[in-house]
C-alpha cells in the first residue's frame, strides 16, 4: 500500500488530500501539522475551514485511509511520498521584505525529512513557490551523510477557495514537474497514477520542475491581473456612463478573451494573488529584470486603488463625512463560500471608515471570527453581527464586499425602513438588483456603473 504524508494541514492540505484519499482508497494518506487545534479539528465534523462539499469528502474516507496527526516526525517516516502543503507567505523582515516568498516554514520541513528519513522518499512541493525552490530543497534534503536519496517533483495546486472540491475533482488540469532524470521520470510516473486514478490522463501536464514551479506563479498573476485590468475599466465606466458589465460582457465573447475573471469588484483579495504576484516580481527584480518586475507590481498597485477609491466614493458621496455614522459591511470573507478573510479588501475598507471615526458593523454569515482576528486593534470600536438585519438597522449606508448569494435573497425593504435617512448602499459586487433597491428609496452605488440616486 502507498503511503502519502502531507505536512501542513491548511486550506490546500486538508481538502486535497481528501480527495486523494477518497479517490485511491488503496493508498493511505497521512495529514500531519503543528497547529494542535487545527488537526483536532479535522478529526470532528466541525471541520477547521469553511468549503462548501468537504466534509462528505472527509467522512467518507476519514478512518479508513485519511487521518490526521500531531505526530509530524511518525508521518514522514512511514511515508513513500511526503507532500509538503506549508504555508509560503510574504517575508515581512530582512532582504526581500514586502515582496519575497518566506520559506522558513519550507525549509524547516526539509530539514525534518532529511533528519528523520530511514527510506527513499518522494517529496512533492504543493506549496505555491519561486522558480528553483526544489534546487535549494535538494541541497537541503540531501547534505549530511543521510544515504536516503530524495526525489523532488513540484505538483502546484489551481484550486480557488469556496469551489475547492469541484476544482479537486473535476480540475482543468493537474501540473507535474519532474527532473529529466531516471528517478525524477520514476517518480514523476508513480505521482501521474495517483492521479489518473480519477482524472483523464489528457488533462495530467507533465513538465520540468522549474517550468511548473513558474506555472504556478504565472497562472495567478495572468488571473489577478484580468481582475485589476476590468477593474481599471470600472473607474473609466463610472466617468464616461458606459456600464462595466455590458463591457466586460462584449469583451467576454470574443473567444480569445473569454467570460471568466472579468467581474468588476472591491478588488481582488485572498491569501496568494498578492503574495504571488510580488513572488513574481521579486524573482524579475533578483534577476535584473526590472521592466517586468514593474509590469506586474501594476496589478498589485491597481487593486489597491480600487479599494481605496471605493472608500473615497463612500465618503465623497456621504457628504465628505462619515464621523459618527453607522455603516454596516455586509461580508468580510475575500470572496463568497469561504470563511477565508486573508488578504480581504474588507480589512482596508473597515481600516479607512474606522480611521473617519465611522461606526462600522460587520456581518458575514462565516468569517466573523477570521474578521475580529483581521482587526485586533479595533475591536472596541467595530461591532460584528451574524444577522445583516440587525447590522444595518439605524445604519446610514450598507456596503456589500462580498457576494454571498443570500444577500441576494435579503427583504431590502424591511432593511431601509429601519435604516437612518437618505439610505446609501454601496455594492462592491455589483450583485444586487440596483433599480429595485432606488424604487425601494436607497442611493445606489456601484462599482462601473452609473449611479442611482435621489439626491440631486
Ligand atoms: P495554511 O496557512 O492554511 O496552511 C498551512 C499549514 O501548514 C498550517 O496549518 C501550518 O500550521 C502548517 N505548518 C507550517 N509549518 C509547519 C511545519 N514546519 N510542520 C508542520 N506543519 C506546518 O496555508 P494554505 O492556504 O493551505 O496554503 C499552503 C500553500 O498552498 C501556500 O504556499 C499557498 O500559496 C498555496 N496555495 C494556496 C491555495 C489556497 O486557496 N489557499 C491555493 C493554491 C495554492
Ligand atoms: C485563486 C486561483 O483562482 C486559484 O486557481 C489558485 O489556486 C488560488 O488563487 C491560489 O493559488 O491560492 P482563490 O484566491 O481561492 O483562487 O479565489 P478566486 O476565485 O481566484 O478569487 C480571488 C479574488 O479575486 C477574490 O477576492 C474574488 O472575489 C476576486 N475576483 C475574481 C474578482 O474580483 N473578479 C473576478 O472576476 C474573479
Same mark, same amino acid.
Given at each position: 500500500m502507498t503511503k502519502i504524508c502531507c505536512i501542513g494541514a491548511g486550506y490546500v492540505g486538508g481538502p486535497t488530500m481528501a480527495m486523494i484519499a477518497k479517490k485511491c482508497p488503496d493508498v493511505q494518506v497521512m495529514v500531519v501539522d503543528i497547529n494542535e487545534e487545527r488537526i483536532a479539528a479535522w478529526q470532528?465534523?466541525?471541520?477547521?475551514i469553511y468549503e462548501p462539499g468537504l466534509l462528505d469528502v472527509v467522512q467518507e474516507a476519514r478512518g479508513r485511509n485519511l487521518f490526521f496527526s500531531t505526530d509530524v516526525d511518525q508521518g514522514i517516516r512511514d511515508a513513500d511520498i511526503v507532500f509538503v502543503s506549508v504555508n509560503t507567505p510574504?517575508?515581512?523582515?530582512?532582504?526581500? !521584505?514586502?515582496? !519575497?516568498?518566506?520559506?522558513q516554514y519550507w525549509e524547516l520541513c526539509a530539514r525534518r525529512i532529511k533528519e528523520v528519513s530511514t527510506s527513499d522518499k518522494i517529496i512533492v512541493e504543493k506549496s505555491t513557490l519561486p522558480v528553483r525552490t526544489a534546487e535549494a530543497m535538494e541541497r537541503v534534503l540531501h547534505s549530511?551523510?543521510?544515504p536516503v536519496h530524495f526525489e523532488v517533483l513540484s505538483n502546484p495546486e489551481f484550486l480557488a477557495e469556496g469551489t475547492a472540491v469541484a476544482d479537486l475533482e473535476n480540475p482543468d488540469r493537474v501540473l507535474i514537474g519532474g527532473h529529466e532524470t531516471g528517478s525524477g521520470q520514476k517518480a514523476l510516473q508513480t505521482l501521474v497514477d495517483i492521479y489518473a486514478t480519477w482524472i483523464p490522463r489528457e488533462r495530467i501536464l507533465t513538465a520540468n520542475v522549474w517550468s511548473s514551479e513558474l506555472s504556478k506563479l504565472t497562472a495567478n498573476a495572468f488571473l489577478a491581473q484580468r481582475v485589476s485590468s476590468i477593474n481599471a475599466i470600472s473607474a473609466l465606466c463610472e466617468a464616461t456612463g458606459a456600464d462595466v458589465a455590458d463591457v466586460a460582457h462584449a469583451i467576454g465573447t470574443d473567444s480569445r478573451i473569454g467570460?471568466?475573471?472579468?467581474k468588476a469588484s472591491i478588488g481582488f483579495g485572498g491569501s496568494c494573488f498578492k503574495k504571488d504576484i510580488l513572488n513574481l516580481v521579486y524573482l524579475c527584480e533578483s534577476y535584473g529584470l526590472q521592466a517586468p518586475a514593474d509590469y506586474w507590481r501594476q496589478v498589485v498597485a491597481m487593486n489597491e486603488y480600487q479599494e481605496t477609491r471605493f472608500v473615497k466614493t463612500m465618503l465623497q458621496s456621504m457628504f465628505n463625512t462619515i464621523a459618527g455614522k453607522r455603516i454596516a459591511i455586509f461580508?468580510?470573507?475575500?470572496?463568497?463560500?469561504?470563511g477565508d478573510t486573508r488578504e480581504s479588501p474588507a480589512i482596508r475598507v473597515c481600516r479607512e471608515l474606522a480611521g473617519e471615526h465611522a461606526e462600522v458593523v460587520v456581518s458575514d454569515p462565516k468569517a466573523l471570527d477570521n474578521a475580529r482576528l483581521e482587526l485586533p486593534d479595533l475591536l472596541d470600536q467595530i461591532e460584528f453581527d451574524e444577522d445583516p438585519y440587525a447590522a444595518a438597522e439605524g445604519a446610514h449606508a450598507i456596503a456589500l464586499l462580498t457576494e454571498w448569494k443570500q444577500y441576494k435573497e435579503l427583504d431590502f425593504q424591511r432593511i431601509y425602513d429601519s435604516m437612518t435617512k437618505p439610505a446609501f448602499i454601496f455594492d462592491g459586487r455589483n450583485m444586487l438588483d440596483h433599480q429595485a433597491l432606488f424604487n425601494i428609496g436607497f442611493e445606489v452605488y456601484s462599482i462601473g456603473k452609473g449611479r442611482k440616486t435621489h439626491l440631486k
Amino acid at each position: 500500500m502507498t503511503k502519502i504524508c502531507c505536512i501542513g494541514a491548511g486550506y490546500v492540505g486538508g481538502p486535497t488530500m481528501a480527495m486523494i484519499a477518497k479517490k485511491c482508497p488503496d493508498v493511505q494518506v497521512m495529514v500531519v501539522d503543528i497547529n494542535e487545534e487545527r488537526i483536532a479539528a479535522w478529526q470532528t465534523d466541525d471541520l477547521p475551514i469553511y468549503e462548501p462539499g468537504l466534509l462528505d469528502v472527509v467522512q467518507e474516507a476519514r478512518g479508513r485511509n485519511l487521518f490526521f496527526s500531531t505526530d509530524v516526525d511518525q508521518g514522514i517516516r512511514d511515508a513513500d511520498i511526503v507532500f509538503v502543503s506549508v504555508n509560503t507567505p510574504t517575508k515581512t523582515f530582512g532582504e526581500g !521584505a514586502g515582496c !519575497a516568498s518566506d520559506l522558513q516554514y519550507w525549509e524547516l520541513c526539509a530539514r525534518r525529512i532529511k533528519e528523520v528519513s530511514t527510506s527513499d522518499k518522494i517529496i512533492v512541493e504543493k506549496s505555491t513557490l519561486p522558480v528553483r525552490t526544489a534546487e535549494a530543497m535538494e541541497r537541503v534534503l540531501h547534505s549530511g551523510d543521510n544515504p536516503v536519496h530524495f526525489e523532488v517533483l513540484s505538483n502546484p495546486e489551481f484550486l480557488a477557495e469556496g469551489t475547492a472540491v469541484a476544482d479537486l475533482e473535476n480540475p482543468d488540469r493537474v501540473l507535474i514537474g519532474g527532473h529529466e532524470t531516471g528517478s525524477g521520470q520514476k517518480a514523476l510516473q508513480t505521482l501521474v497514477d495517483i492521479y489518473a486514478t480519477w482524472i483523464p490522463r489528457e488533462r495530467i501536464l507533465t513538465a520540468n520542475v522549474w517550468s511548473s514551479e513558474l506555472s504556478k506563479l504565472t497562472a495567478n498573476a495572468f488571473l489577478a491581473q484580468r481582475v485589476s485590468s476590468i477593474n481599471a475599466i470600472s473607474a473609466l465606466c463610472e466617468a464616461t456612463g458606459a456600464d462595466v458589465a455590458d463591457v466586460a460582457h462584449a469583451i467576454g465573447t470574443d473567444s480569445r478573451i473569454g467570460a471568466k475573471f472579468l467581474k468588476a469588484s472591491i478588488g481582488f483579495g485572498g491569501s496568494c494573488f498578492k503574495k504571488d504576484i510580488l513572488n513574481l516580481v521579486y524573482l524579475c527584480e533578483s534577476y535584473g529584470l526590472q521592466a517586468p518586475a514593474d509590469y506586474w507590481r501594476q496589478v498589485v498597485a491597481m487593486n489597491e486603488y480600487q479599494e481605496t477609491r471605493f472608500v473615497k466614493t463612500m465618503l465623497q458621496s456621504m457628504f465628505n463625512t462619515i464621523a459618527g455614522k453607522r455603516i454596516a459591511i455586509f461580508g468580510f470573507a475575500f470572496k463568497a463560500d469561504t470563511g477565508d478573510t486573508r488578504e480581504s479588501p474588507a480589512i482596508r475598507v473597515c481600516r479607512e471608515l474606522a480611521g473617519e471615526h465611522a461606526e462600522v458593523v460587520v456581518s458575514d454569515p462565516k468569517a466573523l471570527d477570521n474578521a475580529r482576528l483581521e482587526l485586533p486593534d479595533l475591536l472596541d470600536q467595530i461591532e460584528f453581527d451574524e444577522d445583516p438585519y440587525a447590522a444595518a438597522e439605524g445604519a446610514h449606508a450598507i456596503a456589500l464586499l462580498t457576494e454571498w448569494k443570500q444577500y441576494k435573497e435579503l427583504d431590502f425593504q424591511r432593511i431601509y425602513d429601519s435604516m437612518t435617512k437618505p439610505a446609501f448602499i454601496f455594492d462592491g459586487r455589483n450583485m444586487l438588483d440596483h433599480q429595485a433597491l432606488f424604487n425601494i428609496g436607497f442611493e445606489v452605488y456601484s462599482i462601473g456603473k452609473g449611479r442611482k440616486t435621489h439626491l440631486k
